[in-house]
């Protein structure tokens, strides 16, 4: 029984304090040398976490807001989203489910460089990661019902995507152009060979005018 009880007390689901959640994270994910090998663990499922990253990428743990960015960063670098759609922690020996508002992460900032075909769009994430959209990192924009706006959203790596920020997406869109793809005319942008349709021309022609 005791034995038992010092494995609960060293597991994630057992953690009552964001500090104690950074020690445990810390001895899987080789913090401040990048994202651990998630995909690579096979652990089991040990329930679900009270933390929650929201729409605008703030986190939360028991209902208060995770202000530490090291903090932010480590525990993202221990983040996967299954095939059940689900966003989990993971360790070597355990994964603990936590709620995913939108994206777990926000690109917060945008390069350009290069010129059609040869243009490259980078972002940087709300956590630091740096992706080059493209064929590895592909873009998708999605209409947004409520609203009537778009939402841009690049994976990031696994199944893990970012939400463009509403003052980067204005950006990004100002690099888009009229494409012809599969017979017809689609306001689109480019970035290392791929291109990533926005809506068609015309419901772009219908907006502007």
Partial sequence: MTERADLRQDSLTAATE???????VSRAARAGKGPAPVERWNPAFCGDLDMEIRQDGSWFYLGTPIGRMPLVQLFSSVLRKDEDGRTYLVTPVER???????APFIAVEMDVSGTGDAQIITFRTNVGDVVEAGPGHPLRFVDEDATGGLKPYVLVRGRLEALVARPVMYELVEYGEEIEIDGRRMFAVRSKGAVYPIMPAEKLNRLST
């Avoid at 964001?18 to 445990?24: K, S, V």
């Avoid at 603990?96 to 939108?102: A, S, Y």
């Fill in 18 to 24: 964001a500090r104690g959640l950074e020690a445990l």
């Fill in 96 to 102: 603990v489910g936590i709620r995913v508002v939108d």
